[in-house]
C-alpha cells in the first residue's frame, strides 16, 4: 500500500462523518493503490465508493449513477482529469453538472491548483497528502452535496405537488 496519508488508520481521526452514510463518491484514479486506499478510508465510515481507472470509465458511471463527489487524479492516461470535468460540467442536468470535485494529483505541473479550479474543480489537493486535511475537504464538499440534494428533493416535491 502506498504511503500516501501520514495515518491510513481511519479511526484515528476525530471527525464525525456518520452523516455522509449512504452518501456516494467516485474515486477516479490510475492507481490501484490509492482506489484501494481511498475506497478503504470512506468505505469505513459508511460512505459507498465507486471507482474508475479512467476518465471514459468514469464519465459513464457519472451519467448512470447519483454521485455526491467526485475525487479525480489529473494525470491519467489517455484522458486527463481536467478533460473529465468540463465533459461533467457540460452536461444539461444541473444535479450531475454540479457535482462537487477535487482534483487529488501528485502532478508537478506549474500552478496546477489554479489550472485545477478554473477548470471546474472545487478543491484541490496534492499527493501525498494528510489525511486529515483529505477527510476534511471531503467532508466540506459532501455537507455542500448533501445541502444541494436537500434543495433539490424539496423543489422537486414543489413541482409535483
Same mark, same amino acid.
Given at each position: 500500500?502506498?504511503?500516501?496519508?501520514?495515518?491510513?488508520?481511519?479511526?484515528?481521526?476525530?471527525?464525525?462523518?456518520?452523516?455522509?452514510?449512504?452518501?456516494?463518491?467516485?474515486?477516479?484514479?490510475?492507481?490501484?493503490?490509492?482506489?484501494?486506499?481511498?475506497?478503504?478510508?470512506?468505505?469505513?465510515?459508511?460512505?459507498?465508493?465507486?471507482?474508475?481507472?479512467?476518465?471514459? *470509465?468514469?464519465? =459513464?458511471?457519472?451519467?448512470?449513477?447519483?454521485?455526491? %463527489? !467526485?475525487? +479525480?487524479?489529473?494525470?491519467?492516461?489517455?484522458?486527463?482529469?481536467?478533460?473529465?470535468?468540463?465533459?461533467?460540467?457540460?452536461?444539461?442536468?444541473?444535479?450531475?453538472r454540479e457535482i462537487p470535485?477535487?482534483?487529488?494529483?501528485?502532478?508537478?505541473?506549474?500552478?496546477?491548483?489554479?489550472?485545477?479550479?478554473?477548470?471546474?474543480?472545487?478543491?484541490?489537493?496534492?499527493?501525498? *497528502?494528510?489525511? =486529515?486535511?483529505?477527510?476534511?475537504?471531503?467532508?466540506? %464538499? !459532501?455537507? +455542500?452535496?448533501?445541502?444541494?440534494?436537500?434543495?433539490?428533493?424539496?423543489?422537486?416535491?414543489?413541482?409535483?405537488?
Amino acid at each position: 500500500m502506498p504511503d500516501n496519508f501520514e495515518d491510513t488508520r481511519p479511526e484515528k481521526d476525530t471527525r464525525d462523518l456518520d452523516i455522509f452514510q449512504g452518501l456516494t463518491i467516485l474515486v477516479v484514479d490510475d492507481s490501484t493503490d490509492i482506489l484501494f486506499l481511498i475506497t478503504y478510508i470512506f468505505e469505513s465510515y459508511g460512505i459507498q465508493v465507486i471507482t474508475a481507472s479512467n476518465a471514459l *470509465s468514469a464519465f =459513464e458511471i457519472i451519467k448512470q449513477y447519483q454521485v455526491d %463527489l !467526485l475525487i +479525480i487524479d489529473i494525470d491519467m492516461p489517455f484522458e486527463n482529469g481536467y478533460s473529465l470535468i468540463q465533459k461533467v460540467r457540460s452536461l444539461t442536468s444541473p444535479l450531475t453538472r454540479e457535482i462537487p470535485a477535487i482534483a487529488f494529483t501528485g502532478s508537478s505541473e506549474d500552478k496546477v491548483d489554479k489550472k485545477a479550479l478554473a477548470s471546474g474543480f472545487q478543491s484541490y489537493i496534492q499527493k501525498p *497528502s494528510d489525511l =486529515e486535511q483529505f477527510i476534511t475537504e471531503v467532508a466540506k %464538499l !459532501l455537507q +455542500i452535496s448533501y445541502k444541494r440534494m436537500a434543495i433539490s428533493s424539496i423543489i422537486w416535491k414543489q413541482v409535483v405537488n
